[in-house]
């Protein structure tokens, strides 16, 4: 830590890498909540590991549009008003409304894809 400190006094800018893509330094994604992801690890085991994945990349990011989330998580998508993500593989779909501004990410389901496919989840 005091060395990226030394570095950042030398007009050095860090900027946060993985493999998804590199991450700016700034305010981090806030999300809301994790108790969504933690009751459907409950339910569902298997999608607990896409799941922790899908929250450690996305709680470090610093998105400023759509754009960029899908340059950082591809599998997003656009279904007005919301960004739903393919995790695990496609099998299930976790739907978030994220406010750009204030970065907060706000969960507003956690389906499988055949629930998801039903279309129930959208707003009227």
């Known amino acids: 830590m005091a060395f990226s400190r030394f570095l950042q006094g030398q007009g050095v800018h860090l900027r946060k890498s993985s493999r998804y893509g590199n991450i700016r330094i700034g305010r981090d994604v806030h999300v809301i909540s994790y108790k969504a992801i933690r009751e459907f690890k409950a339910a569902r085991p298997d999608a607990g590991p896409a799941l922790d994945n899908w929250y450690r990349v996305a709680s470090v990011c610093k998105w400023g549009s759509f754009a960029e ?52 989840w959208k707003k009227p």
Request: hydrophobic share 40%; glycine share 6%.
């Open 69 to 120: 989330v899908k340059q950082v998580l591809g599998s997003a998508d656009w279904v007005k008003p919301y960004v739903v993500f393919n995790v695990a593989g496609n099998k299930y779909r976790l739907i978030a409304e994220i406010n750009f501004r204030s970065q907060t990410l706000f969960i507003r389901d956690i389906l499988t894809h055949q629930k998801y496919a039903e279309g129930k």
